[in-house]
């Protein structure tokens, strides 16, 4: 903000001291929110999103080559910006002067924005691997060829290494429902006319991607991949009992995997990937998520002929590698999934793509230099604070709920001391030294760099689980909670404004970051969450009287945001989205109460007119303004276990008796929500 003439000038005589200096400003108005975004023509209790966001909404214009735009895009798109500082940085230097993981990041980035190379190599690259797709003869060839790592392909059987859910100490082989182009089963499914569209779009997609390849009758051969997909569409369960933690948990052997799933090779796939039969303990287990699907895919595994597997496993390798491949194939994967499911206008240019691949593969070698450039230790220790505030005034808050009994309160006490935060950046960085970088080999790169991950989880099986993993790198602008570690985690990226400020006025950072904490927190107590104890064991430790009365009050919040329509004719899906909404209202809660406990009984004086208690909300919801094209917004709606943004911002404050006082919300008012209605948990 520009300062005024008389504000930069000083007068000197005898008698005056020198004028103490201006305190600093917060990044965002005076204070912490940009009211000039308030649209005061619409009543807080109509749309509480609108209004504090109305006039930016109205203005705000989202980038042709972005699918939304809003205050974790803003941050995302600093996060590049930063980061392409930091590489170019690197480029100036001689190469004697980096380091061998600033190296490794150069080379990385120069091959991927090395156009001229990437056109000249055409498809060599690739040659060899769709030599071996062609080559498929047998099942035993196709269950190998699914599971293989290095080239990237989707297959039926999603196989990955995680934690053991009851036994957090120990790694575990998870398998999951897996092997559709499309994001969700429902883009096969839905009547949605716009679902239709893009299903029609993705019809064409497949034939033209096979075209490009050289692979004559590509119509009828797309058009049998995509039934193929469609039926694996069919047999997959759907989001909201994917996430349900009770319904996903199936261990078993190995050989009662086989029993499940007859006809599909898993001593061959398991050989391919690495992973030994045997464990110290006997024969290894693995854990099925979606138990009775498997049956329903290994059979159409088996009765699907292996030319039809040939052609689904080279187009999804396609896929997986168009974007370093030449521009035809790259343009034509953005014309399908950045256009037809996101809806942008425009592809990302190469630069901000090629550091985004760098954060995924890399992410805590270019993390390091991140947090050493953008993120003071200072930083981390308010926000530490900010932390121990909010985990304080939870312990507070269980002691004194009022439906849950003392012996569920005793446990949900020694979860929360049990919680552990970690703030900005890991304390240990990983180690890149077996990730093989060379110059001139983008593809061999990206399979050597999948290579590396796979093999570093393969090598823990059996070994003591690594608790100072990070699971996002510094640069990632989000949070999260992992209930097997009971830790709440935030990258320094998602510390800056409107989330968190210093100089922001308290009531904005508690109802910004603060109410970030406190949903992460939450979420060790929402639906899913709240099955795992303080050492991260799933396990029941509620008395079934006091779930019951949980169960009833999250049936209202599923009730409420299934009412609500961000698509004329497409709801929310209440249960899918149910443990982000426990989190929201519960993260919301809790930060006005740490705000509060951090007021010591005083009440603050207003600043442009506002209160304490209306700024906090209004810090709160400010944190959700956004825009959304309308597919991406589809996309959001069927895939997303988050709420639409402006839901998150209504559904979570029409539950808070504070929020009506504050804004003198009144029955009549489209949001009002008599007493008796408003969901109470904390």
Excluded at 377 to 388: G, H, Q, S, T
Aim: charged share 25%; hydrophobic share 40%.
């Amino acid at each position: 903000m520009q300062r005024s003439l008389a504000a930069m000038t000083v007068l000197f005589c005898a008698a005056c001291t020198a004028p103490q200096p201006e305190p600093p400003k917060a990044v965002l108005g005076d204070w912490g929110v940009e009211i000039s975004n308030v649209d005061s023509a619409v009543k807080p209790g109509d749309d509480f999103f609108r209004f504090v966001n109305g006039k930016w909404i109205d203005t705000a214009a989202i980038p042709a080559e972005r699918s939304s735009i809003g205050s974790f895009q803003i941050l995302g798109i600093e996060s590049e910006k930063r980061l392409r500082k930091i590489v170019n940085d690197l480029q100036a230097n001689a190469a004697d002067r980096l380091t061998a993981e600033e190296r490794k990041i150069v080379d990385f980035y120069a091959d991927f924005t090395d156009i001229k190379r990437i056109e000249d190599d055409g498809l060599k690259p690739i040659e060899a691997d769709l030599s071996r797709f062609a080559s498929l003869k047998t099942k035993q060839d196709v269950a190998k060829a699914m599971v293989a790592v290095r080239t990237g392909t989707d297959g039926i059987f999603g196989l990955f290494i995680g934690i053991d859910d009851k036994n957090p100490n120990a790694y575990s082989v998870n398998l999951s429902q897996s092997g559709l182009g499309m994001p969700d089963r429902d883009y096969y499914l839905s009547k949605d006319e716009g679902i239709v569209k893009v299903r029609e779009a993705y019809g064409k997609f497949l034939a033209d991607m096979l075209k490009l390849a050289g692979i004559g009758n590509a119509e009828a051969r797309a058009a049998e991949v995509y039934a193929l997909e469609a039926k694996i569409a069919e047999a997959h369960w759907d989001r909201a009992d994917r996430r349900d933690a009770d319904k996903t948990y199936n261990p078993m052997s190995i050989n009662e995997l086989k029993m499940l799933t007859p006809g599909f090779d898993w001593d061959a796939a398991f050989v391919e990937v690495g992973i030994p039969a045997t464990a110290p303990n006997g024969e290894r287990k693995v854990i099925v998520a979606e138990k009775t699907a498997f049956p329903v895919l290994a059979e159409i595994f088996r009765d699907t002929p292996v030319a039809v597997w040939r052609d689904y496993l080279t187009v999804h390798y396609l896929v997986a590698h168009a974007a370093y491949l030449p521009e035809r194939f790259d343009r034509l994967c953005f014309d399908f999934y950045g256009k037809a499911i996101r809806g942008n206008d425009k592809q990302l240019d190469r630069p901000t793509r090629a550091v985004n691949l760098l954060d995924d593969m890399l992410g805590e070698a270019l993390g390091k230099l991140y947090v050493a450039r953008y993120f003071p230790p200072e930083a981390k220790a308010k926000a530490r604070a900010l932390v121990d505030n909010l985990l304080k005034a939870y312990e507070a808050d269980i002691q004194t709920l009022d439906w849950m009994g003392d012996a569920t309160k005793a446990k949900a006490l020694e979860k929360i001391h049990a919680f552990t935060p970690k703030i900005g950046y890991p304390d240990r960085w990983r180690d890149y030294s077996a990730f093989e970088i060379k110059r001139g080999d983008l593809i061999g790169n990206i399979q050597r760099g999948r290579l590396f991950e796979w093999n570093r989880n393969v090598s823990r099986l059996d070994r003591p689980v690594d608790k100072d993993e990070w699971g996002m790198s510094p640069a990632t602008v989000n949070a999260y909670y992992n209930p097997s570690f009971n830790e709440i985690v935030f990258p320094a990226a998602i510390l800056q404004p409107p989330f968190f400020d210093p100089n922001a006025d308290d009531a904005v950072n508690y109802g910004g970051i603060g109410a970030v904490i406190g949903h992460e927190i939450s979420h060790g107590y929402d639906d899913q969450g709240s099955k795992y104890d303080g050492n991260g064991v799933f396990q029941t430790w509620w008395t079934e009287e006091d779930r019951k009365n949980f169960d009833a009050r999250t049936a209202m919040i599923v009730a409420q945001y299934d009412a609500y329509e961000p698509i004329p004719g497409m709801h929310i899906n209440g249960k899918l989205t149910l443990g982000e909404n426990i989190a929201d209202l519960a993260g919301l809660v809790i930060a006005y109460k740490a705000y509060h406990i951090a007021l010591g009984g005083k009440t603050p004086p207003k600043r442009s007119g506002f209160s304490g208690d209306q700024r906090f909300f209004l810090g709160f919801a400010q944190v959700w303004r956004s825009k959304y094209r309308e597919n991406a917004k589809r996309n959001q709606v069927l895939t997303d276990p988050h709420s639409a943004a402006e839901f998150r911002a209504i559904g979570a404050t029409r539950n808070i008796d504070a929020w009506y006082d504050a804004f003198d919300v009144k029955p009549g008012d489209k949001y009002y929500l008599p007493p008796d209605r408003r969901v109470r948990l904390w």
